[in-house]
């Protein structure tokens, strides 16, 4: 049950990482097209 | 000859769509709950009423069609394809009777819009709506995302064999976990986990940009639904414009993004498959996807301008192009600027966003990105055989939680169900130059419908002709449902006239 918990965790913590890496390149291309 | 369906068929059908029936008048005690807990009279009575109809419908449609039969392949499609129309007309009530809507009409095509996790919206007033009638706008968009019958999976149907051919019926092939129903649980324990740590979030940067608590907590909750569930209604007329908030508008992609997300996939990176993210070919055709729409919707707004600096272009840019591509519709613009401000390359870019859609098995529409990856497989398996010596045997494979063969069967599913939508995209843009508006506009719009997204560049308002407003009730239906129960319906409906 705990490992489950930690999994869990674990697997949210992936997922937004991931999101917020693919908005991090979206916002790397926003500056290139505005400088 | 088309056997015509016997009276146990109907019965089938009947008993099943009463349970789901009865589902939905049971959702519609919390907006009644929050009406009697914020003292609000008259909403609380139309709550009342509205229940006693829906509760009333679905113990009736029970009785009548009461049987021991599980339903088969066709029975899963009709109830299907009947119960969205059904909760249409039965959760358009409570808003027709609150007041804010011109007509039933208007009402039923916000319901519609609502349980398709669209977000188109002709509701008048929005901003002095009352409290329970503002839940109940974003709860049939979290049972819409859900998806109908899931509720009814969930809680009503026990055991029951047919159980899966009612959820595939809902546009969801994919069974998570061996039991249909058990499936139908943990997509549920993943949107509750999610709703708690979302509206927790969303919540506290309201308080942080001044919003009173308990305004919060209802603005976080309403939001996290329609976000993750990527609906786009908001509690406010202005949508995510209201807020001014640059933390809040990184919090709702997020949560647009993972509603974006297979169901499938979740369980696999919380049972321990960590890299399954990384390898699965719907998240990196996502990834690729998003990416290449955005470079379109640049190069569009770079053209005219329009955003000159790199926060604004990103907030504004991004923001409607993330909400585009997940189906959500959440909008930090005005409708009207799409038209005035961004230019044809942008809105095209959108409208692509928003025409692939999501992943399959989550909340969003459109064409969904494992078919657009499958076709791009089987296209560039084709270049190989075309290159390589005639007796070589090409084979390819792809990743989805598993390594799958690439079979034709594959193919041909995706390509059937992508010339589905794009012919469902052109039809609304049809309907809607034959009412006058210009064809970059009416297609942006009706792709918007048929794909279940929600953004608007203004063509969606009150006054619009009710042909059109049928006509996109229509196709956020038939997106949503991906159009094999559709298809089943009318099949059902010739046989019920012609078969013998």
Redesign the interface.
Known sequence: MIKQIIDAIIGISIEVGALLFTMLIALAISWIFTI | MIPRPQKEDFKVISYYLGKIVFGLGLMMLVPLALGLAYKETNPSLDFLISICITLSAGILLTIIGRTERDPNWMHGMVIVSLSWIVAMFLGAIPLHLSGHFKSYLDACFDSMSGFATTGLALVQDLDHISYSHNLWRHLIMFIGGQGIVIIALSFLVRGAAGAFRIYVGEAREEKILPNVISTSRFIWLVSI?YLI?GTAALAAVAVYEGMPIKNSIFHGVCVFMAAFDTGGFAPQSQNILYYHSFPFE?VT??IM??GA?NFKL?YA????N?TE??RNIE?ITL?IT??AT??IT??G??QFNT?????S??RK??YQL?SGHTGTGYMTIYAKQFIKEWGPLALVGVTIAMALGGSSCSTTGGIKTIRIGLIFKAMAQDIRRIILPEAAIVTDKFHHIKDIILDDKHVRSACLITLAYIALYGFGSLVGMCFGYPFLDSLFESTSAAANVGLSCGITVVDMPSLLKITYMFQMWAGRLEFVSVFTLVGFAIAAVKGK
């Open positions: 986990t740590l990184i992609i997020v993004l993972l997300i979740h990176i919380w049972s321990g960590k993210i990384w998240t990834f998003i990416i955005f470079i640049a190069f707004l770079k955003y000159p600096e790199v926060i272009f990103f840019g991004f993330v």
